[in-house]
């Protein structure tokens, strides 16, 4: 059974930096995509980033040049590094497992930007 756990978000002030992390169990993800999606209150789920099986990025345009998205396959497991957070970037943030045949969610780890 597929499973992805992400950890590490909180409250952090405008400026600081979180690091999420996303551990996938159940089988060997490597060539696979991965990513990250978020959702804030009353707001549709959006894709922040991702990344290929060969870790090549792609961000949304609205968080380009502050997060990083990296993946260990050995670990079988996701980051993302945030950094210059704002407070448009809280919400709830999902990890995403994308095996073609079927997508997999993670249960949501909530980063809060507030002074």
């Known amino acids: 059974q597929v499973q992805l756990v992400e950890s590490g978000g909180g409250l952090v002030q405008p400026g600081g930096s979180l690091r999420l992390s996303c551990v996938a169990s159940?089988?060997?993800?490597?060539?696979?995509?991965m990513g990250w999606y978020r959702q804030a209150p009353g707001k549709q789920r959006e894709l922040v980033a991702d990344?290929?099986?060969?870790?090549?990025?792609n961000y949304a345009d609205s968080v380009k040049g502050r997060f990083t998205i990296s993946r260990d396959n050995n670990k079988n497991t996701v980051y993302l590094r945030m950094n210059s957070l704002k407070p448009e970037d809280t919400a709830v943030y999902y990890c995403?497992?994308?095996?073609?045949?079927?997508?997999?969610w993670g249960q949501g780890t909530q980063v809060t930007v507030s002074s």
């Open positions: 995403n497992l994308d095996l073609v045949v079927a997508n997999y």
């Open positions: 990344i290929t099986s060969g870790g090549v990025p």
């Open positions: 159940g089988g060997i993800f490597r060539g696979f995509a």
